[in-house]
């Protein structure tokens, strides 16, 4: 039972380079996010998809890039790396829509750093 | 934009102690989720109200919603070092992936 999995875990990149943070769950969710985390600030949400082919900003979405060609999948772009954007990065599903109480499940997180 | 201030940010405390997690916010949320978050790991689901005044318990746990869904507590009674962790409240909006999340509360519970 797979559920949200995340890669890479960990992964360093230069100013300016491009890279894409995988995110696929098994469990047939409808709705996808991505969210960042940094000290002291809780978790900010990027971007969001309530199915295949829709994509949503959330409340910083300025540098990131998403699609969702399916409904497994949900890839997270980094156009242009910046060092704003080292953060750890969290992938989430869920079934249904809030706030009818359904369960968002959470990957594991993926560390970025931008030198 | 909704915020949800959360406090205190960090709680160290002696096994067997009472605590309580705050979540402020001026804006009214149609749920409150509370999550909890070890080192290393994505946030896991403890508890989501939906109704103003709503309680709900979870073992040694008590989550409340207030009564103008503005604002949840977390308490925990006699806490045990197992408790150590992050916690997170969320507001959820009308529509899915509009969560606020506070900015968390550290608790560190020493044996």
């Known amino acids: 039972n797979a559920g949200v999995t995340q890669t890479p875990k960990f992964q360093v990149l230069k100013t300016g380079q491009s890279m894409t943070l995988q995110c696929a769950q098994d469990?047939?969710?409808?709705?996808m996010s991505w969210y960042r985390q940094d000290p002291g600030m809780g978790l900010r949400l990027i971007h969001y998809?309530?199915?295949?082919?829709?994509?949503d900003q959330g409340e910083v979405p300025n540098g990131y890039n998403v699609s969702r060609s399916t409904t497994e999948d949900f890839p997270l772009r980094l156009l242009s790396a910046a060092p704003s954007q080292t953060s750890v990065y969290f992938c989430?599903?869920?079934?249904?829509?809030?706030?009818?109480?359904?369960?968002?499940?959470f990957g594991e997180g993926s560390w970025l750093t931008v030198v | 934009t909704q915020l949800l201030e959360q406090s205190p940010q960090f709680l160290s405390i002696q096994e067997g102690e009472n605590l309580t997690v705050y979540c402020n916010s001026s804006?009214?949320?149609?749920?409150l989720q509370w999550y909890r978050q070890e080192p290393g790991e994505g946030p896991v689901l403890l508890v989501t109200?939906?109704?103003?005044?709503e309680v709900k318990k979870l073992k040694r746990l008590t989550f409340q919603f207030g009564d103008a869904r503005k604002d949840s507590s977390l308490h925990i009674t006699a806490a045990q070092p197992g408790d150590t962790g992050l916690y997170l409240c969320?507001?959820?909006?009308?529509?899915?992936?509009?969560?606020?999340f506070g900015q968390g509360t550290i608790l560190t519970v020493h044996p």
């Open positions: 989430a599903s869920s079934f249904g829509q809030l706030p009818s109480g359904n369960t968002i499940y």
């Open positions: 469990m047939n969710h409808e709705y």
């Open positions: 998809s309530v199915g295949a082919g829709i994509t």
């Open positions: 804006s009214v949320f149609s749920s």
């Open positions: 109200v939906v109704t103003g005044g």
């Open positions: 969320a507001g959820g909006g009308t529509s899915y992936g509009k969560l606020t």
